[in-house]
């Protein structure tokens, strides 16, 4: 069994809030990484998925990375960069900017579109490892890169003194446990519907979208399962499940950042691509985390 937990036990993928005209609203960046830490996150990562970093430039993900790293770096909370791209180089760049910019270590996905071999994702990865001196979690999400990291490779990347972790959203709690069975790399869930399952078979903890309307709740399920407390951490699974549910109807962080809104916390718009929520969609989240007991939600 992995013990080791290099980034905490619950880490939130953050977010980026955004001004009504699109640009970064760093003073909301800012509140809400305090935020995060105050209620029930162990660590942050930032310029992820959730993050919109498909759509921030790497100026602005650079000054992003400071205004966290400003805002909350001195409480010693792990702050991690989400640097991966579908190129080697510019994900090489990305990790020493964020290096440069205080993170304390990188999440690196899967390249995506190009489909690359498992002995190119193995070459990849350790590529980026070896650019900098910070710790490295795995971001499996065969969902959206198109290809997902086989068992073998990611065994064999665990034997790279830098990369301790992956975040599993792959969702096969099947494959995982063969990762778990074959190597001591740290697992962090990737879904949030999927923490309780994967910690059965051996998660340390979770990267979550849903700790950013209920992060103590989270956290309390996560400690619950780790002190032998099956029935407790059961019990806040089942409560939650109707926020796990409601905030991916659409396109992540589309629901998420409507969610945020309606409790009082700084979001704003998505960047195209994406749109803002419909009237319908809105009104299911409404139910939704109504169903899940969310503070707020009523507003």
Same mark, same amino acid.
């Given at each position: 069994?992995?013990?080791?937990?290099?980034?905490?036990?619950?880490?939130? +993928?953050?977010?980026?809030?955004?001004? !009504?005209?699109?640009?970064?609203?760093?003073?909301?960046?800012?509140?809400?990484?305090?935020?995060?830490?105050?209620?029930? *996150? !162990?660590?942050?990562?930032?310029?992820?998925?959730? %993050?919109?970093? +498909?759509?921030?430039?790497?100026? &602005?993900?650079?000054d992003?990375?400071?205004?966290?790293?400003?805002?909350?770096?001195?409480?010693?909370?792990?702050?991690?960069?989400?640097?991966? #791209?579908?190129?080697?180089?510019?994900?090489?760049?990305?990790?020493?900017?964020?290096?440069?910019? %205080?993170?304390? %270590?990188?999440?690196? =996905? #899967?390249p995506?579109?190009?489909?690359?071999?498992?002995?190119?994702?193995?070459?990849?990865?350790?590529?980026?490892?070896?650019?900098?001196?910070l710790? =490295?979690?795995?971001?499996?999400? @065969?969902?959206?890169?198109?290809?997902?990291?086989?068992?073998?490779?990611?065994? &064999?990347?665990?034997?790279? @003194?830098?990369?301790?972790?992956?975040?599993?959203?792959?969702?096969?709690?099947?494959?995982?446990?063969?990762?778990?069975?074959?190597?001591?790399?740290?697992?962090?869930?990737?879904?949030?519907e999927? #923490?309780?399952?994967?910690?059965?078979?051996?998660?340390?903890?979770?990267?979550?979208?849903?700790?950013?309307?209920?992060?103590?709740?989270?956290?309390?399920? =996560? &400690?619950?399962?780790?002190?032998?407390?099956?029935? #407790?951490?059961?019990?806040?699974?089942?409560?939650?499940? @109707?926020?796990f +549910?409601?905030?991916?109807?659409?396109?992540?962080?589309?629901?998420?950042?409507?969610?945020?809104?309606?409790?009082?916390l700084?979001? %704003?718009?998505?960047?195209? @691509?994406?749109?803002?929520?419909?009237? &319908?969609q809105?009104?299911?989240?409404?139910? !939704?985390?109504? *169903?899940?007991?969310?503070?707020?939600?009523?507003?």
């Amino acid at each position: 069994m992995v013990t080791r937990t290099p980034f905490g036990r619950v880490l939130t +993928a953050m977010v980026t809030p955004m001004t !009504d005209n699109g640009e970064i609203d760093f003073a909301g960046v800012q509140q809400l990484a305090a935020h995060l830490l105050d209620h029930g *996150s !162990d660590g942050l990562v930032v310029n992820g998925t959730t %993050g919109e970093s +498909a759509t921030t430039t790497d100026a &602005e993900k650079a000054d992003i990375l400071r205004a966290v790293v400003d805002a909350v770096g001195d409480r010693g909370a792990p702050i991690l960069a989400g640097v991966g #791209t579908f190129a080697t180089a510019h994900t090489t760049e990305l990790a020493r900017q964020a290096e440069k910019a %205080g993170a304390t %270590g990188l999440l690196v =996905v #899967t390249p995506y579109y190009s489909k690359p071999s498992q002995s190119g994702l193995r070459a990849h990865f350790e590529a980026v490892a070896s650019s900098t001196g910070l710790p =490295v979690m795995l971001y499996d999400i @065969p969902a959206r890169s198109g290809v997902p990291i086989d068992t073998a490779t990611i065994v &064999e990347l665990a034997a790279h @003194p830098q990369i301790v972790a992956v975040k599993d959203a792959k969702n096969d709690v099947v494959a995982s446990s063969w990762v778990q069975a074959r190597c001591d790399i740290a697992n962090y869930c990737g879904s949030d519907e999927f #923490t309780l399952p994967m910690m059965s078979i051996g998660a340390v903890g979770v990267v979550s979208v849903a700790t950013h309307i209920a992060g103590e709740r989270m956290r309390r399920m =996560v &400690e619950a399962y780790v002190a032998g407390e099956v029935d #407790t951490a059961r019990a806040f699974h089942l409560e939650l499940m @109707p926020l796990f +549910a409601g905030l991916f109807r659409t396109s992540n962080p589309t629901l998420c950042k409507a969610a945020l809104e309606m409790v009082g916390l700084p979001a %704003g718009p998505v960047r195209l @691509p994406l749109v803002a929520a419909t009237d &319908e969609q809105l009104a299911v989240l409404q139910l !939704d985390l109504r *169903s899940a007991a969310v503070a707020g939600s009523a507003a």
